[in-house]
């Protein structure tokens, strides 16, 4: 099967100064997240042996640089604690992100349809964040999810210097429609969030009334968005099995 890789609209100043601080010192806040049916779905078979509890996750994300996605501990005795990743990309596209609809990435797709008028350019370098991880990212370490973002100065600084990205095929609409969706994250004081293998049947669900995420839906009738009918989508939960 493929892996789907996808671009998302994130509002980069809530999760900084309201959704991070939160994480790190509310437990309430965390438990509630912890308690959701995607949460225990994906955590319920380990969760049998060892539960991770909420203080190991605070201790870790306590450690975090102030970029969030970097370690600020012995990066060689990292230790990253089991369901992390899950529970960051439920709280995000609870709280600040819109999952549908979103913008087909695909794997590789950013160099294979993409090049730079000018290389070594501001462009190349933040366009090149769709792809990877950064150096010493936490978000490294697992196949799916959440792995790499741009807050809203990277897409401002993108935005700035969008003439220099140009179609590897000129007939091949990737391009701008990409351009499209960093305009409007732009114009919005947003940022964008990339995932892959994201879960679909949850977030599908989850209503985010930010009134500036809200209106990027008015453009998912462009190619390469994909906006999910989320009626006949359902989190399946049988913790049965």
Request: charged residues 25%; hydrophobic residues 35%; proline residues 2%.
């Amino acid at each position: 099967m493929a892996t789907y890789y996808t671009l998302h609209v994130f509002d980069s100043e809530k999760y900084f100064k309201s959704v991070l601080p939160k994480m790190k010192t509310d437990k309430i806040y965390l438990s509630k997240y912890m308690e959701t049916d995607a949460f225990k779905l994906f955590t319920y078979r380990y969760d049998r042996i060892k539960k991770t509890t909420i203080d190991e996750f605070q201790e870790f994300l306590k450690n975090l640089s102030i970029d969030g996605q970097t370690y600020s501990g012995d990066f060689q005795s990292l230790s990253i604690p089991y369901g992390f990743y899950k529970l960051i990309e439920i709280i995000i596209f609870s709280e600040c992100a819109i999952f549908s609809p979103y913008f087909h990435l695909g794997k590789n797709a950013v160099e294979n349809k993409l090049k730079f008028a000018v290389k070594n350019t501001l462009a190349e370098e933040i366009t090149n964040k769709l792809s990877n991880c950064g150096d010493y990212s936490i978000f490294g370490y697992e196949s799916f999810g959440i792995y790499n973002w741009l807050t809203k100065d990277d897409v401002e600084l993108l935005y700035l210097d969008l003439d220099k990205i140009i179609p590897r095929n000129e007939i091949d609409d990737y391009s701008r429609v990409l351009k499209i969706m960093i305009t409007e994250a732009y114009r919005d004081k947003l940022g964008l969030i990339c995932c892959k293998e994201p879960i679909y049947g949850y977030h599908c669900h989850l209503k985010n009334d930010s009134a500036n995420l809200q209106r990027f839906k008015a453009f998912s009738n462009q190619k390469y968005f994909v906006e999910i009918d989320c009626s006949r989508m359902q989190l399946p939960l049988d913790l049965n099995n």
